[in-house]
């Protein structure tokens, strides 16, 4: 597992996010990185074995539920990181906007805006599925359409969570960037109870 430094300044944005949840949803983030790229070997490696020269399977009904497992274990492996997605592109466009533009590679804005679009698509599934399960509790579809259903939306879902396993290192390696910068200069703000008076009465709370 990837253990992710937390020494050092890391530029963090005004809303509230606190260190230690930033920290614990770029180990999620790590973690999912790792898992993805098991999973996705695993497939290769089925995929090799079960297909001929041209890239046909040998037996179609068998390939399909192994691509099945790939998808529904990508989908859960992701679940940790779709809750604090948000927060860290968040962070991580505020971190590109304050490091110095000498540690920038010109790669990782591209990559932020394709997350951020995978993100926005994989939660319109998210709550697509969450409709149809709701429906679905009245009308009691058989076992099968559920499954069914349930392995559609992993695999519209699968090239999306792939372009996280395939991008989301960039927000570990803005991370790693923003370790290394000089610590913000604080922002002097004014004492409320030394500003001076407009003649407006004190609003008792």
Same mark, same amino acid.
């Given at each position: 597992?990837i253990?992710?430094?937390?020494? $050092?300044?890391?530029?963090?944005? =005004?809303?509230? *996010?606190?260190? /230690?949840?930033?920290?614990a949803a770029?180990?999620?983030?790590?973690?999912?990185?790792?898992?993805?790229?098991?999973? +996705?070997? =695993?497939?290769?490696?089925?995929?090799? !074995?079960h297909t001929?020269?041209? &890239?046909?399977?040998? /037996?179609?009904? =068998? *390939? &399909?539920?192994r691509?099945?497992?790939?998808?529904?274990?990508?989908?859960?492996a992701f679940?940790?990181?779709?809750?604090?997605?948000?927060?860290?592109?968040?962070?991580?466009?505020?971190?590109?906007?304050h490091?110095?533009? &000498? %540690?920038?590679?010109?790669?990782?804005? #591209?990559?932020?805006?394709?997350?951020?679009?995978?993100? %926005?698509?994989?939660?319109?599934?998210?709550?697509? #599925?969450?409709?149809?399960?709701?429906?679905?509790?009245?009308?009691?579809?058989?076992h099968?359409q559920?499954? %069914?259903s +349930?392995?559609?939306?992993?695999?519209?879902?699968? =090239?999306?969570?792939?372009?996280?396993?395939?991008? $989301?290192?960039?927000? +570990? /390696?803005l991370?790693?960037?923003?370790? !290394?910068?000089?610590?913000?200069?604080?922002?002097?703000?004014?004492?409320?109870?030394l500003?001076?008076?407009? $003649?407006?009465p004190?609003? !008792?709370?």
């Open positions: 597992m253990t992710i430094p937390t020494e $050092g300044t890391t530029l963090t944005p =005004s809303f509230p *996010y606190r260190a /230690d949840q930033h920290a770029l180990q999620a983030l790590a973690t999912f990185l790792v898992q993805s790229e098991m999973i +996705l070997a =695993s497939w290769d490696s089925y995929s090799d !074995k001929d020269t041209d &890239g046909w399977p040998y /037996d179609e009904e =068998s *390939y &399909g539920w691509k099945v497992q790939r998808d529904a274990q990508t989908w859960r679940e940790p990181v779709r809750r604090a997605a948000p927060a860290l592109l968040a962070t991580a466009r505020f971190q590109l906007q490091i110095a533009a &000498g %540690d920038v590679e010109s790669r990782w804005p #591209w990559q932020l805006s394709e997350l951020a679009k995978a993100l %926005d698509r994989l939660e319109s599934l998210r709550s697509e #599925w969450a409709e149809a399960r709701e429906a679905r509790r009245t009308s009691r579809p058989a099968e559920f499954v %069914d +349930l392995a559609e939306r992993n695999a519209e879902a699968w =090239s999306d969570l792939d372009t996280w396993a395939t991008h $989301g290192h960039a927000i +570990l /390696d991370h790693f960037v923003a370790l !290394k910068a000089p610590a913000p200069a604080p922002v002097a703000v004014a004492d409320p109870t500003l001076p008076t407009t $003649g407006q004190a609003v !008792k709370r």
